[in-house]
C-alpha cells in the first residue's frame, strides 16, 4: 500500500506540474521579417541654388533642376539614371580655346549592386557620365594642348560606397570612385570622402518631422599628365584637392530641404584652370529642396 500511495503522490505531482506548466503562456513565434519586394522604382526631384561635384560648380554658380529614376532588383541589383542642367563643358573648353556644341545638359548612367546586413550595407558599381550635343574643336592657337580634345567629353567611373550604423545616433560611410580618363582629359582620377549623419530629434504631431545633421571630407587625386600648364617660366601643377561640406536637413513624408556650406582648397588660380571659372571652387552656401519616393512606398 505505501508503494501504492507513493506511485499515486507521485501521479499527482506530476498532474499538478502538467497543469502548472500548461497555465503559462505558450512561447509566441517572432513574426518573420518582411521580404524585401522583388523590384521597385524609385524617382525624385531637386531644386538646388548650384549643383556642386566634389566641391565645384558645374552650372557657374547657377541653379539646377535634378531628376533621378532608379529600377530595383531583388533587393541586390539596381539600374539608375540621372539628369541635370550644366555648363562646365561650355565655360571649361572655351577657356581652353575649344569651340563646343553647347551642351547644357548632363545625363548620368549607374548600375551595380547595393546590399545591407543589419547595420552594414554595401554599394558596388560604375557610373558614365555624359553630355549630350557636346562637341569640340581644338584650336593649338588659343591654347596648349591639355584638356578635352576630342568630341567627346563623355566618361566613367568606379566606385564603392560603404555604410554602418554606428549607433541610432549616427552613420558612418565612405565613397572611392576611380576612372582612367577623368573629366574626358586622360587623366587618372580617384577620389575618396567619408561621411557622418546624425540623426537629430523629431518633433511636430506624431514625430512627422524628421531632421539630421551630415557633412563629408572629401580628397580628389589627379595625374599631373593633363592637369599641368606652363606660363612663361612657371610651371604649375594640380596633383589633387581636398572638398568638404556640412549641413542640417529637414524632412517631412517625401520631402527634404537641405541646408549646406561647402568649400574646397583649390586657389582662383587652379580653380580657373580646371574649370574656366576662378570662383567656382570657392566656399559658398547653397540650399536644394527634393522630392523622392518610390512605386512601393505610395502602394
Not at 524617382?43 to 533642376?65: E, W
Not at 577657356?95 to 548632363?106: A, C, Q, R, T, V
Not at 610651371?235 to 561647402?262: H, M
Request: hydrophobic residues 40%.
Amino acid at each position: 500500500m505505501k508503494k501504492i500511495a507513493v506511485v499515486a503522490a507521485s501521479m499527482l505531482l506530476a498532474g499538478a506540474a502538467s497543469a502548472a506548466d500548461m497555465s503559462q503562456p505558450l512561447p509566441v513565434k517572432a513574426a518573420p521579417a518582411p521580404e524585401a519586394p522583388l523590384w521597385d522604382v524609385a524617382f525624385g526631384v531637386t531644386a538646388t541654388t548650384d549643383y556642386l561635384f566634389r566641391g565645384i560648380s558645374q552650372t557657374n554658380n547657377n541653379p539646377a533642376i535634378q531628376g533621378y529614376a532608379e529600377l530595383q532588383l531583388f533587393d541586390w541589383i539596381y539600374f539608375n539614371v540621372w539628369a541635370s542642367n550644366q555648363n562646365w563643358v561650355n565655360t571649361t573648353i572655351n577657356g581652353l580655346g575649344y569651340s563646343d556644341g553647347n551642351s547644357s545638359l548632363e545625363v548620368d548612367f549607374a548600375a551595380g549592386l547595393r546590399h545591407t546586413w543589419g547595420s552594414f550595407t554595401a554599394d558596388v558599381g560604375a557610373v558614365y557620365y555624359t553630355y549630350p550635343g557636346s562637341s569640340s574643336t581644338y584650336n593649338p592657337l588659343l591654347a596648349p594642348p591639355v584638356g578635352p580634345g576630342s568630341t567627346d567629353f563623355n566618361y566613367w567611373e568606379i566606385y564603392f560606397k560603404p555604410t554602418y550604423v554606428v549607433a541610432p545616433w549616427l552613420t558612418l560611410g565612405a565613397n572611392l570612385y576611380w576612372t582612367s580618363d577623368f573629366a574626358s582629359t586622360g587623366t587618372d582620377g580617384t577620389a575618396l570622402s567619408v561621411t557622418a549623419k546624425v540623426p537629430l530629434p523629431s518633433f511636430g504631431s506624431g514625430g512627422e518631422f524628421g531632421w539630421y545633421a551630415s557633412g563629408e571630407f572629401g580628397h580628389q587625386w589627379l595625374s599631373t599628365s593633363a592637369y599641368n600648364y606652363t606660363v612663361g617660366p612657371f610651371i604649375q601643377e594640380i596633383p589633387g584637392y581636398n572638398w568638404w561640406n556640412v549641413g542640417v536637413a529637414f524632412t517631412y513624408k517625401a520631402a527634404t530641404l537641405d541646408l549646406r556650406y561647402s568649400g574646397t582648397d583649390l586657389d582662383g588660380f587652379d580653380c580657373g584652370f580646371m574649370i574656366s571659372n576662378t570662383n567656382s571652387c570657392g566656399n559658398k552656401f547653397l540650399a536644394s529642396l527634393s522630392f523622392a519616393t518610390s512605386f512601393n512606398a505610395l502602394k
